[in-house]
């Protein structure tokens, strides 16, 4: 379990790397500066934790498999940007997006916590 959570905290870091290295094209930054926070390392290693419903799953639809990863995720997501909220320590605040709940969750990200789920799904398996 160990390996797994350092392989999903590794591979979660270099995602969001990429994302929002990707995302200051959006705002002209031709740098490409990526941004994350040590908090993410054991927020993305709690991925390690789907390693039962990726063996549940297995051989079900991507459909099926990537929308429950996506929940659990959001879940994740809820949970540790709450408690990280409540002592001003959360690296991410979507209370500007449209479609957040409380600031920690935004359902238009759904589509790339479904691509990420079954991302994590392969380095698990």
Not at 65 to 73: E, F
Not at 92 to 99: E, H, I, K, M, V
Request: glycine share 8%; hydrophobic share 40%; charged share 15%.
């Amino acid at each position: 379990m160990k390996n797994k959570f350092i392989l999903c905290g590794t591979l979660g870091w270099c995602m969001e790397i990429l994302f929002t290295g990707l995302h200051s094209l959006k705002n002209k930054e031709h740098t490409l500066t990526a941004r994350t926070s040590i908090w993410m390392f054991p927020i993305y290693g709690m991925a390690c934790l789907l390693t039962p419903a990726c063996r549940l799953l297995k051989g079900k639809s991507p459909l099926l498999r990537g929308s429950i990863y996506t929940c659990c995720i959001f879940a994740g997501e809820y949970i540790t940007g709450s408690i990280l909220k409540r002592h001003h320590a959360c690296p991410w605040d979507y209370t500007d997006a449209r479609f957040n709940i409380n600031g920690v969750i935004r359902f238009d990200y759904a589509p790339l916590w479904f691509g990420a789920g079954l991302i994590f799904e392969k380095f698990l398996s």
